[in-house]
């Protein structure tokens, strides 16, 4: 249901190492939230997928991989590839993280390629996940595109890694290409609006643009 909460996927999902692509909802679908392959997953498991999409356009909770992610989840092995256009939370991976009992987890994924640009001023924008809460992520990496539009922007919070990092652990990864952009509210390398968690061995080897707000 595009018009709101989906039931969440709670299985197991191995791409076996298969690609998808092609995936595609456009600027007319601007108003629906909960957009991406999976428009939520809760206590799930997704390995081992290559997403190609073309572009994802939406309101709230939106990402390449999944709008939503809750619970004990994990995603591990995932490679995406793809353009978001938002009005709130977005992210390559996920557009919002809410572990469960235990962190979610985030493992071994590559966001590459990626063009992200959300409209909302307290919007969280990051090149795994936006709103990011309960969470480790560990052993990924994300590239933006080239050029003046082609970046992680936003007139949020933008991160390299996670658009808002609260309660959640990065452990070794890394981030090249440009974020941030006029307007921006704050962005950083890595994480756009730290509030708690750790962060281990990270690196930021791109370019972080004038936002004429903050800049961590």
């Not at 353009?83 to 557009?95: F, L, M, P, Q």
């Not at 290409?177 to 750790?198: D, H, P, Q, R, W």
């Amino acid at each position: 249901d595009l018009g709101g909460v989906p039931k969440a996927f709670e299985g197991i999902f191995d791409g076996a190492g298969n690609t998808i692509s092609g995936l595609k909802f456009t600027k007319i679908d601007h108003t629906y939230s909960y957009l991406g392959l999976f428009g939520a997953i809760k206590d799930a498991t997704i390995k081992n997928l290559t997403l190609e999409a073309d572009e994802i356009s939406g309101q709230d909770k939106i990402g390449l991989l999944a709008g939503s992610v809750e619970g004990n989840s994990i995603i591990y092995g995932v490679k995406v590839s793809g353009v978001i256009y938002a009005d709130g939370n977005a992210g390559a991976i996920a557009g919002e993280v809410t572990g469960g009992t235990k962190n979610a987890v985030i493992e071994n994924c590559v966001s590459e390629q990626i063009v992200l640009n959300s409209e909302r001023k307290n919007s969280y924008i990051g090149g795994i996940a936006g709103n990011a809460q309960r969470v480790d992520v560990v052993d990924c990496s994300v590239s933006t595109q080239d050029g003046d539009t082609d970046r992680i922007r936003g007139k949020g919070y933008v991160g390299g890694i996670l658009g808002r990092q609260n309660q959640a652990n990065i452990y070794n990864v890394y981030v090249t290409g440009t974020f941030g952009g006029n307007l921006t509210k704050a962005v950083g390398g890595i994480t756009g609006l730290y509030e708690s968690g750790n962060i281990v061995t990270a690196v930021m080897d791109g370019e972080i643009s004038h936002t004429n707000n903050g800049v961590a």
